[in-house]
């Protein structure tokens, strides 16, 4: 997503709201938490809310716009948003375009899609091949070239 902002947010705004914890600690923990060193337990008050939410902006340097849904889960509620889902809302405030409910049918790539129909598509420069800082030195699985 955050590639996808950067590409964008000269036409677009963004926002992340942070609707509940997916995977807390005294819910349904995964083993993913366990090695990311991302293990909370289901916040009960909307300051530990803003606590984990602040800990994942800081951590992970996350430049988009952060909302926090309250207690009440009424953004979750209104768009179907947990665990996560992404949206366009247009100009007049309406819908233009739904993502999938994840996690099985979120996907980025759409919205990127979405969001080329509407401003031109963002072309990347291809990322360099292996070893093109030194290109005389060869991966150990391919033989030199003779």
């Known amino acids: 997503m955050v590639q ?22 005294d819910e349904w923990q995964m083993k993913s938490n366990v090695k990311d060193d991302v293990c909370y337990a289901q916040p009960k008050t909307l300051a530990q809310r803003v606590a984990i939410a602040n800990d994942f902006i ?25 665990p996560e889902r992404l949206y366009v809302i247009d100009e007049s ?31 990347h420069d291809a990322p360099p091949p292996p070893n093109a800082t030194n290109p005389t030195t060869a991966p150990a699985s391919t033989p030199p070239a003779t």
Do not use: C, S
Request: aromatic letters at 18%; charged letters at 20%.
């Open 58 to 82: 800081q951590r992970f340097h996350y430049p988009i716009a952060f909302g926090i849904d309250d207690l009440t889960n009424a953004a979750n509620d209104a768009y179907a948003a947990w």
């Open 93 to 123: 405030g309406r819908i233009a375009y739904r993502g999938g409910m994840g996690p099985f049918h979120y996907d980025p790539n759409e919205v990127r899609t979405w969001l080329a129909a509407r401003y031109g598509a963002v072309k």
């Open 4 to 25: 996808i902002y950067n590409d964008y947010k000269d036409h677009a705004d963004f926002l992340t709201v942070y609707v509940r914890e997916a995977h807390p600690t």
